[in-house]
């Protein structure tokens, strides 16, 4: 079946580093990537995703790259800030309707 | 519309005992879902709706658990003699189908159960 394998945490870094959070997948055909982001004390929410081979999603200086060749979607910020300080979660989204999830990524900036 | 809710937001039980979580998605959305989610763990699909149809279940989701969405407005998720195992967040997201469809879930904040 449908799997996602993300990177764990949790991930440390002062502000102004350079991020990376590592994401695989396992599916069957061609499956839509999305990253969401759960800050503390709220719900999921989308930060950004890419539906075909080589589609780049991008939102709020985060980037990641559907690449199929190596079944990842990987996600990175080059300049990370305090806000940014929550638990981030790789999913995708395969011929059911429904998405899979990562384990999550908790990410903890430091002025 | 201030996007999904869900209630309550905490409820905790003794085992055995029936609970039962509401979630009212976004009004225009079609789609409605429902996931488990661990400490520490992704979450987990449980079901989903289209309107008031229910389209999948997931194996996890036992003989104790039952949802509905009536109306193909709020849904509600029962789970009957709670378990120490079910104590969980369970959360309910929901989305728009159609010819706009982005594949985007919106999510709640999340009903905590604790099954003592």
């Known amino acids: 079946g449908n799997s996602v394998t993300q990177m764990e945490g949790p991930v440390t870094l002062s502000e102004e580093a350079f991020l990376t959070i590592n994401c695989t997948y396992t599916?069957?055909?061609?499956?839509?990537l999305f990253w969401y982001v759960q800050y503390p004390g709220e719900g999921l929410q989308l930060l950004l995703k890419a539906t075909k081979a080589d589609d780049k999603g991008s939102n709020k200086g985060f980037e990641a790259t559907y690449r199929k060749e190596t079944t990842s979607f990987h996600l990175e910020k080059g300049s990370v800030q305090v806000s940014d300080s929550a638990v981030y979660f790789c999913a995708l989204r395969g011929g059911s309707e429904k998405l899979v999830f990562g384990k999550g990524t908790k990410l903890t900036v430091n002025p | 519309d201030t996007g999904v809710s869900q209630d309550p937001r905490h409820k905790i039980t003794k085992r055995g005992q029936n609970v039962t979580f509401r979630c009212d998605p976004i009004?225009?959305?079609?789609?409605l879902y429902w996931y488990r989610q661990t400490l520490g763990q992704g979450p987990e699909f449980l079901t989903y709706?289209?309107?008031?149809?229910?389209?999948?279940k997931s194996r996890l989701l036992s003989d104790r658990f039952s949802a509905e969405r009536p109306k193909g407005s709020f849904s509600t998720l029962e789970i009957q003699r709670t378990e120490q195992g079910d104590s969980a967040m369970y959360l309910c997201a929901s989305s728009q189908f159609g010819t706009t469809n982005t594949g985007e879930l919106f999510f709640g904040e999340g009903s905590r159960l604790t099954v003592l």
């Open positions: 599916a069957t055909g061609y499956p839509s």
């Open positions: 009004s225009e959305h079609n789609r």
């Open positions: 709706f289209q309107n008031e149809a229910q389209l999948e």
